[in-house]
């Protein structure tokens, strides 16, 4: 079951050559996006029977939403509350595909509270699922509340942005695993921002967390698993289609493959593997599984830090 962010991407793409500070042709397009939904579709793809719960308003985005549910087979179990705007997330990607800046409209999201989680068709597939992947969109006693109502459920977190990880301080020795970027763990372990993803791993450990995914844009993914560090090193992406949801990707088909009992290093060269496809031509569908596979077998073996 994944909890969070679900609503509308908008993603204005410059055409080259990109100029800082200046207007630039591109083009703008939308589709249905979120931490929550990303990783909803990744795992749906990944041949999971998953479930989303997300909060929306009462105007268009939400008939995006839905139909995108729908579509990739997932479970629809969102609160509407049809006197608000839904959420939106608006970004600026270069003439390379990389992100510029981004805009999150996610004041929908504080309406989340734990009380919503006491309905009793969500208790129920909170308590039947196999795991549970959260984002850090929704409040910080509200992932708290999910650690009590479903103890014995392994407990993943998407950390989103360094301005709202830290609303998972307070859950950080329930977690089974989470999933962060270098500035993002910094942050919650209380560093400095340039911090290394293995200092920042260390500090988290020291504060109860036991698994950790730190990505570091190209470069090593740092893993805390077992009180050991590992860097796993992604497949090469040759050309940048999109590198929204890609995050979303990895921890999702990470997780997933953590469920089925493969160690989390390993684990991490598939979900690395399904991130690199996603950036170079988009989500990978059902048949193109094997290509994920395929494409991790080739990655260089992780490698122990001391």
């Not at 705007?85 to 004041?107: H, R």
């Amino acid at each position: 079951m994944c909890l969070g962010a679900a609503h509308v991407d908008r993603i204005a793409r410059a055409e080259p050559p990109y100029r800082t500070g200046a207007s630039n042709p591109g083009r703008l397009g939308e589709q249905a996006g979120g931490a929550a939904l990303n990783a909803a579709r990744a795992f749906a793809r990944w041949g999971c029977d998953v479930a989303l719960m997300s909060g929306r308003g009462g105007d268009a985005s939400a008939l995006l939403v839905e139909s995108e549910l729908a579509a990739e087979g997932v479970e629809d179990l969102c609160i509407t509350w049809l006197d608000r705007a839904g959420a939106s997330y608006t970004a600026l990607l270069d003439d390379g595909g990389e992100l510029v800046a981004g805009v999150a409209d996610m004041a929908i999201y504080d309406l989340m509270t734990p009380r919503v989680l006491r309905r009793r068709h969500l208790l129920q597939t909170l308590r039947e699922a196999d795991g549970l992947l959260v984002d850090a969109n929704l409040p910080a006693a509200t992932l708290e509340a999910l650690a009590v109502l479903a103890p014995s459920v392994p407990l993943a977190a998407i950390a989103v942005s360094p301005a709202k990880v830290v609303r998972l301080r307070g859950v950080l020795p329930d977690l089974h695993v989470l999933f962060a970027s270098r500035r993002e763990a910094a942050r919650l372990a209380g560093l400095a921002d340039d911090t290394s993803p293995a200092d920042s791993c260390r500090a988290l450990g020291d504060l109860g967390l036991r698994r950790a995914v730190v990505t570091d844009g190209p470069h090593g993914v740092t893993v805390l698993g077992g009180g050991e560090l590992h860097v796993v090193s992604p497949p090469s992406v040759d050309a940048v289609r999109d590198v929204t949801g890609a995050g979303d990707t990895l921890a999702a088909i990470t997780f997933a493959a953590s469920l089925e009992g493969t160690a989390l290093p390993k684990a991490v060269r598939l979900g690395t593997a399904a991130s690199a496809l996603h950036i170079s031509s988009g989500l990978p569908t059902k048949g193109a599984l094997d290509a994920c596979f395929a494409l991790a077998s080739r990655s260089p073996a992780p490698i122990s830090l001391l």
